[in-house]
């Protein structure tokens, strides 16, 4: 089976990494320039096909017209198993950093989560198979390449996967909204796993038990109650790299 990504810098990632082998590329007529260029000659070297078609061709093969004039069609999404990702993280020097995002709906928020968390140094990111968005063509969109290289974990059941990062020796703690205990009275050094609610169900009973502590993150004005998924994650993501780099920083003095 192949699916469709599209956009700039998702081709261009998938060319460079060659995770998930494309099987042809298709850029519409008229796009040209270094862009097309540094494509042809990527494409040349990976031996992959690069086909020319009508731009209202690749709107409809894309479902999208917000393709910046190149798709990709590509095996589907491989998700990897959650032994094969706590294995993966044995070999990390530093300590693991997980996100796991409960029911997140929003193709867009998830993308852009994914990218976050490959930015701020994340080892991987866990979500539900049910009732929530998988890894598809818009999400890829919206992570710009970082699920190429950003291992991704689709589970059964969160709750019971949290237990097993648990038993696994990670911290498992949520991001959610009115609790008293800050985000920045964290101490996010340690093997972690970051939990994200959804967009309108926050963070689920079954897996808000599974938390060893749940953080707030301070809003600046009362009119703002709480942040989306993506920018909540984004939030905790890079206190968690902040503190991170001092932690190593101090370590060397």
Same mark, same amino acid.
């Given at each position: ?15 460079? #990494?060659?995770?998930?082998? @494309? ?11 270094? *862009? ?9 070297? +990976? ?17 999208? =017209? ?8 590509? +095996?589907? *999404? ?6 094969? @990702? ?32 490959? =930015? ?11 009732? =929530? =968005? ?9 992570? +710009? ?21 648990? &038993? ?7 991001? &959610? ?10 101490? @996010? ?19 808000? #038990? ?29 206190? +968690? ?8 920083? &101090?370590?060397?003095?």
């Amino acid at each position: 089976m192949t699916t469709i990504i599209y956009g700039r810098q998702p081709v261009v990632t998938a060319l460079r #990494q060659g995770k998930t082998p @494309l099987e042809e590329i298709l850029v519409a007529e008229g796009v040209g320039g270094k *862009f097309f260029s540094e494509l042809r000659d990527l494409a040349r070297a +990976a031996g992959v096909r690069l086909k020319q078609v009508p731009r209202p061709a690749l709107d409809r093969i894309c479902r999208s =017209a917000n393709h910046q004039g190149v798709a990709a069609r590509r +095996a589907v *999404f491989a998700y990897q198993e959650l032994e094969d @990702l706590l294995e993966g993280l044995a070999g990390q020097k530093e300590p693991a950093l997980l996100v796991a995002a409960d029911s997140i709906t929003d193709p867009m928020n998830l993308g852009n989560l994914c990218r976050s968390a490959l =930015a701020a140094g994340a080892h991987g990111l866990i979500i539900p198979k049910d009732r =929530a =968005a998988a890894v598809t063509p818009v999400v890829m969109k919206a992570a +710009a390449g970082a699920l190429e290289v950003l291992p991704v974990c689709r589970v059964t059941n969160l709750a019971a996967a949290l237990m097993r990062l648990k &038993e696994a020796d990670l911290w498992v703690m949520g991001i &959610e909204s009115g609790v008293s205990q800050s985000l920045y009275e964290a101490d @996010l050094t340690v093997p972690l796993a970051l939990v994200v609610g959804g967009e309108d169900t926050g963070i689920r009973p079954r897996v808000r #038990q599974q938390c060893d502590a749940l953080l707030s993150i301070p809003l600046a004005s009362e009119t703002v109650t709480s942040l989306n998924a993506a920018a909540a994650g984004a939030v905790a993501l890079f206190e +968690a790299r902040r503190q991170r780099l001092l932690s190593a920083k &101090e370590s060397k003095i």
